[in-house]
T-cell receptor, first 116, second 117 residues
Framework: GAVVSQHPSRVICKSGTSVKIECRSL??????MFWYRQFPKQSLMLMAT?????????EQGVEKDKFLINHASLTLSTLTVTSAHPEDSSFYIC????????????FGPGTRLTVL | AQSVTQLGSHVSVSEGALVLLRCNYS??????LFWYVQYPNQGLQLLLK??????LVKGINGFEAEFKKSETSFHLTKPSAHMSDAAEYFC???????????????FGAGTRLAVHP
């Protein structure tokens, strides 16, 4: 299947700093990318959906000013956690889908964020 | 609105035994249904999906699932469990391409499968 990468795989930062997470589709053009958050031993919660060249659509309860999403190209989307706090510590997973709405979502390996 | 319920947060089977992971969904439109597997500290891997057509879907690693509209179910099965099957399994639903939106996936809470020798 298609390959989606995330970088970094693990990041530790101090409270108040910003952290950028990259999500790349390596062998296909990802028209749509999704960002999920997963708390320990829980399911994935969709945070936002981004389409290349458009503003992201955020799910209810997700602060758009805190979780900045940029989808500038068909192979790259970034999630920036601004002014991170310990409660932002989580596992962040992206997924990418091709042009057709019937295309499968392919998931990245995830990024473990720890805010001290 | 769509939702997914996975019965049993933990399932334990012996190696070689049948694996049955239960998933029921709620959807006001014809659903697309998925099963994903997650190994520790990794992302999700697609096991199989149902979109249209044949209701019995075969996936990777010997897994299969059957879409039963009358029961709003999409249970995952494997005839013989292997130690390597131990992982977290997520059932998910989306609206499909003919509804509005971007095929958002709604996930169940997950079922942790343990396989004992």
């Amino acid at each position: 299947g298609a390959v989606v990468s995330q970088h970094p795989s693990r990041v530790i930062c101090k409270s108040g700093t910003s952290v950028k997470i990259e999500c790349r589709s390596l062998d296909f053009q990802a028209t749509t990318m999704f960002w999920y958050r997963q708390f320990p031993k829980q399911s994935l919660m969709l945070m936002a959906t981004s389409n290349e060249g458009s503003k992201a659509t955020y799910e209810q309860g997700v602060e758009k000013d805190k979780f900045l999403i940029n989808h500038a190209s068909l192979t790259l989307s970034t999630l920036t956690v601004t002014s991170a706090h310990p409660e932002d510590s989580s596992f962040y997973i992206c997924s990418a889908r091709g042009r057709a709405r019937t295309d499968t979502q392919y998931f990245g390996p995830g990024t473990r964020l720890t805010v001290l | 609105a769509q939702s997914v319920t996975q019965l049993g947060s933990h399932v334990s089977v012996s190696e070689g035994a049948l694996v049955l992971l239960r998933c029921n969904y709620s959807s006001s439109v014809p659903p697309y249904l998925f099963w994903y597997v997650q190994y520790p500290n990794q992302g999700l891997q697609l096991l199989l999906k149902y979109t249209t057509g044949a209701t019995l879907v075969k996936g990777i690693n010997g897994f299969e699932a059957e879409f039963k509209k009358s029961e709003t179910s999409f249970h995952l099965t494997k005839p013989s469990a292997h130690m390597s099957d131990a992982a977290e399994y997520f059932c998910a639903v989306s609206e499909g391409p003919f509804s509005g939106g971007y095929n958002k996936l709604i996930f169940g809470a997950g079922t942790r499968l343990a396989v004992h020798p």
